[in-house]
C-alpha cells in the first residue's frame, strides 16, 4: 500500500473520530494532526483547511501556545505553497505569541531563512540579534539544538550581506549546538551539527577538516540508522573527495549517497519536521553530480568511458527520473516492466535509443543500437544556454509567425542532440527513434527538431519512453480496436468551447467501432462506469487539461469537475487486466497542454503515462482548438487499423500528412502531440 492511501486511511479514521466530538483543545490538536497527515501526501490545501478550522477552535479557548504551534504550521504550509508573504506573516505571528522559546525560535529560524530566500537582508539583519537573544534564554533539546543548526546554516548563506557571516563566528555557534547534543546523548543532532559544520569548512576550502567531520558525522549517522541525515554525508564525502581529485573514491561516496536514498525514498516523500527535503536542491543533484563523474575518464590518459561507468550513469538518471515520480506522486511507484534494451534487441525494427543528459557545462548524449553496447557522445554547451534556448523554442512554438525563428532554434537543439548521432544512426539503417528525455527537454516535442533541410519526423518515426523499462510492450492488437472517446466541445468550468471537439470524437468512434461520451455525459461518474463495464483497448479523451511538475496542478477536465491526476490514476486502475483480462493499450488525450512556465510541467505527462497502466499514451503539449486536431487524429486511427505499422508510424504519417498541407505547415499544428511509452 503507497504512503497516500495509508495516509487516506489515516485520515478517514481520524475524520470519523472527529466528527461527533464538540470542539475542544484535543480536537484542536488532532485537526492540527490532520493537517499534518494532509501534508505527508501532498495535499497542501486541505493541510491549510484542517489549519484553519483547528486555529479557529483553539482561538475559542484563548491557548497560546496551540495557537503559536498552529500559526507555525500555517507559516510552513504557506512556504510549501510559495506564498512567502503569508508564510512570514504567519511566522510573525507565532514569534509574537508564543510563550515556549523553542516554538518561538522554530518560528524566527524560519522566518530568517525565508527573509534570505527572499534577498530581504535589512530584515534577516534585524533579526538576527533577537534570535541571539533568545538562543540564551532557551534550554537545550532536540528542538532547540536543531534550530541552532538551521540558524548556522541560514547564516552561511549570507554571504557578505551582513555582519554576521564570519566563518569563525558560525563555526562557534555549531560547536555549541554539537556540545550540547553530546550532553544530552542526542547521537542525531550531533551528527547534524557535525555534519553541517563538516559544510562550513568545505565552503572555506578547509577540505580536510571538512572531510574529518563529514566522515565523523556519517559514522554517527550510520550508527543509529539515520539514513536520511547519511545520504546528505555521503554526498557531501563525494564533493569533498572530488575537488581533492581522488575520483575513484568520490564515485564510491555518490553511490553510497544514491544507494541510501534509494532505501529511504519512501520516507522522503512525507513532510520532515526537522529537514525540510527540497527535492531541486537536495536530492536531484547528487544524481546529476555522480552523472556528471561517471562520464568523465578515470585518468588523464583514458579517452573513452568504460562500458560499466555508461551503464550505472544511465541508471543513475532513470534512478533520478523514477524519484521525480514518486516526489511527484508522493508515494512509491512500482509496476512491472520489461527492460527497454531488451525490446530493441529482440524486435526486429532497426530501433534506437537516445539518453540525452543535461549537466552544467555539457549535453551528454548516451546511444543505443540493436544487439551493440552503448555509445557516448558529448556536445560541450552551458545548461543556461541550453534552457535559455529550450524555453524560446518552446514559446515560439505556439506563436503564429515565428516558422523562421522555430526552424533556427531548432535546428541548434538539434546540433547538440542528434547531429552527432547521424552518421550511427544511417549506417544502422535505423527508423524509429526513442528518446528517454531529460529536463527541459520533455516539454520540446522532438519531432520538430530540424537539420537545416528536414524536420526529425520526416526522416524517424519518434516516440518518448519515460523510463529504461516498458510495461509488458506488445503490438496493438487491431482484432480488438475498439475505442472509449469522451470529450468537452462546449465551455465548461471556466474553460473556453473547443468547436471541433464534435468531429474528433465522432471520427474516433466511427473508426474504432466504438462508443462516444459527448458533454453533458463526459462526467466521472458515466467515464468510470464505462471504463470498468465495458473491456475497451483504446481510451480517447478530446478535452482540456494540463500537464504540470506538481500533482495537484495536472488534471483533465470533465463536464461536472476537475479530475486530477490521482483520481484520474485511480479511475484507469479499476479496469487493469486482472479485474477484466482487457489491458489500456492506448491512453489519447488530445487538447491537454503542459503548464506554461513550467520547466517541468511534462513531468505531469510521464506520470499519467506511468501511472495509468497504459501501454502508450498519446497526448499534445500544447492545446490546438482548431480543425487540424481533428484532421491529425482521424488519420492516426486510420493509419493504426493498418496491422503492418507501429504506433510511432502512426503518428508519423499522421503529422506527416498535416505538415503537407500549406495551412499546417507551422509546427504548432503538428509537432506537438507526442507517444509516450510502448511504440510497437
Excluded at 555508461?310 to 543513475?316: G, K, M
Excluded at 525494427?349 to 548524449?365: D, G, H
Excluded at 519526423?457 to 523510463?467: D, F, L, N, R
Aim: charged share 25%; hydrophobic share 40%; proline share 4%.
Amino acid at each position: 500500500m503507497g504512503l497516500y492511501d495509508r495516509a487516506s486511511k489515516i485520515i478517514i479514521t481520524i475524520d470519523k473520530a472527529l466528527a461527533s466530538e464538540p470542539d475542544t483543545l484535543l480536537k484542536a490538536k488532532a485537526l492540527q494532526s490532520l493537517g499534518d497527515v494532509f501534508l505527508q501526501v501532498g495535499e497542501i490545501e486541505q493541510a491549510e483547511s484542517a489549519f484553519k478550522t483547528s486555529l479557529s477552535i483553539a482561538e475559542k479557548f484563548q491557548s497560546r501556545e496551540t495557537i503559536a504551534d498552529i500559526y507555525l504550521s500555517l507559516g510552513n504550509t504557506a512556504r510549501l505553497k510559495k506564498d512567502n508573504s503569508s508564510a512570514l506573516e504567519w511566522y510573525r505571528k507565532a514569534i509574537k505569541q508564543s510563550l515556549l522559546p523553542s516554538l518561538k525560535l522554530q518560528a524566527q529560524v524560519n522566518s530568517l531563512s525565508l527573509l534570505i530566500q527572499e534577498k530581504s537582508w535589512t530584515e534577516a539583519g534585524n533579526l538576527i540579534p533577537q534570535i541571539e537573544q533568545d538562543f540564551k534564554q532557551s534550554s537545550p533539546s532536540r528542538t532547540t539544538i536543531y534550530s541552532k543548526i538551521n540558524f548556522a546554516l541560514s547564516l552561511m548563506k549570507l554571504g557578505n550581506k551582513t555582519s554576521y557571516n564570519s566563518p569563525s563566528l558560525i563555526g562557534d555557534r555549531l560547536a555549541t549546538a554539537i556540545q550540547e547534543a553530546k550532553k544530552l546523548g542526542d547521537k542525531r543532532s550531533e551528527s547534524y551539527g557535525l555534519g553541517t559544520l563538516g559544510n562550513l569548512y568545505e565552503k572555506s576550502q578547509r577540505w580536510e577538516e571538512a572531510t574529518t567531520l563529514t566522515e565523523k558525522a556519517l559514522s554517527i549517522a550510520q550508527s543509529i540508522n539515520a539514513d536520511d541525515l547519511a545520504y546528505q554525508w555521503q554526498w557531501q564525502l563525494g564533493r569533498l573527495l572530488k575537488v581533492q581529485n581522488k575520483n575513484e573514491e568520490a564515485i564510491a561516496a555518490y553511490r553510497q549517497s544514491v544507494n541510501t536514498l534509494q532505501s529511504i525514498r519512501r520516507d522522503l516523500l512525507a513532510t520532515n519536521p526537522e529537514i525540510q527535503f527540497e527535492f531541486r536542491e537536495s536530492v536531484e543533484p547528487v544524481y546529476r553530480q555522480l552523472v556528471d563523474l561517471l562520464l568523465q575518464p578515470s585518468t588523464n590518459q583514458e579517452k573513452e568511458t568504460s562500458p560499466e561507468n555508461l551503464l550505472q550513469a544511465r541508471e543513475a538518471i532513470e534512478s533520478l527520473q523514477l524519484a521525480e515520480l514518486e516526489n511527484f506522486f508522493r508515494e512509491i511507484c512500482l509496476v512491472a516492466k520489461q527492460p527497454i534494451d531488451r525490446v530493441v534487441d529482440n524486435s526486429s525494427l532497426a530501433t534506437a535509443i537516445v539518453y540525452p543528459i543535461i549537466l552544467p557545462n555539457r549535453i551528454e548524449i548516451i546511444l543505443k543500437l540493436p544487439q551493440q553496447p552503448l555509445r557516448r557522445y558529448t556536445t560541450y554547451i552551458s545548461q543556461e544556454d541550453v534552457e535559455n534556448t529550450l524555453t524560446e523554442l518552446r514559446r515560439d512554438l505556439t506563436l503564429p509567425y515565428t516558422l523562421t525563428d522555430v526552424k533556427s532554434l531548432s535546428n541548434q537543439t538539434y546540433n547538440w542532440l542528434l547531429q552527432p548521432l547521424e552518421k550511427d544512426l544511417q549506417q544502422n539503417q535505423i527508423k524509429t527513434l526513442v528518446f528517454v528525455l531529460d529536463g527541459s527537454l520533455r516539454n520540446i516535442p522532438m519531432a520538430v527538431l530540424y537539420d537545416g533541410q528536414q524536420y526529425l519526423v520526416q526522416k524517424y518515426s519518434i516516440a518518448i519512453a519515460p523510463g529504461l523499462q516498458l510495461i509488458d510492450p506488445k503490438p496493438l492488437q487491431r482484432e480488438n480496436f475498439r475505442a472509449i472517446a469522451g470529450g468537452l466541445s462546449e465551455a465548461r468550468l471556466g474553460f473556453p468551447p473547443l468547436q471541433f471537439v464534435k468531429n474528433e470524437v465522432a471520427e474516433v468512434q466511427n473508426l474504432t467501432a466504438g462508443i462516444a461520451i459527448l458533454d453533458r455525459d463526459f462526467t466521472e461518474s458515466n467515464l468510470n462506469n464505462e471504463l470498468t463495464e465495458v473491456p475497451f483497448p483504446i481510451v480517447h479523451l478530446a478535452t482540456h487539461g494540463s500537464f504540470s511538475s506538481k500533482a495537484e496542478d495536472t488534471y483533465i477536465v470533465a463536464w461536472d469537475k476537475q479530475i486530477p491526476v490521482k483520481d484520474f490514476d485511480r479511475l484507469l486502475r479499476s479496469r487493469e487486466p486482472g479485474k477484466n483480462k482487457t489491458a489500456l493499450e492506448l491512453l489519447v488525450l488530445s487538447a491537454c497542454q503542459t503548464a506554461v512556465g513550467d520547466k517541468q510541467a511534462a513531468l505531469g505527462l510521464a506520470g499519467i503515462a506511468v501511472r495509468s497502466g497504459a501501454r502508450s499514451v498519446l497526448a499534445s503539449l500544447w492545446d490546438i482548438a482548431d480543425e487540424s486536431t481533428a484532421m491529425l487524429m482521424g488519420q492516426f486511427y486510420r493509419e493504426l487499423a493498418n496491422t503492418n505499422i507501429t504506433k510511432a508510424e502512426a503518428l508519423r504519417n499522421a503529422q506527416l500528412n498535416l505538415l503537407q498541407n500549406p495551412e499546417y505547415e507551422h509546427p504548432s499544428y503538428w509537432a506537438p502531440y507526442v507517444l509516450v511509452g510502448n511504440w510497437l
